[in-house]
């Protein structure tokens, strides 16, 4: 059973940094796929980075493109949201999610099965 556990999320003011970490086990194949997605209040889940271990894919969204950052460290299985530049919109609940197959990175939170339970970061002054 693939279990994921995010830390890393709480409050920082416009312009600062948070680093999320997503530790991941469980995994049966030889690969793996983790996306990282957030979720703001009345808005649709959206995908904002994803790594995949089959091709080293480290993939960022044109939204954050230059803020945001994805680094794994695969001796630890765990995949790093490195946020710079924090702006009030980037306030959510951050979440990281595995594929149950597909070596891919995908953007789309229909193509993972597994989640996370969230980390809530609030980017106020």
């Known amino acids: 059973q693939v279990q994921l556990v995010e830390s890393g999320g709480g409050l920082v003011q416009p312009g600062g940094s948070l680093r999320l970490s997503c530790a991941a086990s469980?995994?049966?194949?030889?690969?793996?796929?983790i996306g990282w997605f957030r979720q703001a209040p009345g808005k649709e889940r959206e995908g904002v980075s994803c790594f995949s271990s089959d091709d080293d894919t480290l993939y960022v969204a044109p939204s954050v493109k230059g803020r945001f950052a994805i680094s794994v460290n695969n001796a630890k299985n765990t995949v790093y949201l490195q946020m710079d530049s924090l702006k009030p919109e980037d306030t959510a609940v951050y979440y990281c999610?595995?594929?149950?197959?597909?070596?891919?990175?995908?953007?789309?939170?229909?193509?993972?099965?597994?989640w996370g339970q969230g980390t809530q970061v609030t980017v106020s002054s």
């Open positions: 999610a595995a594929r149950l197959s597909g070596r891919l990175c995908a953007t789309s939170s229909h193509e993972y099965y597994y």
């Open positions: 469980g995994f049966t194949q030889d690969y793996y796929v």
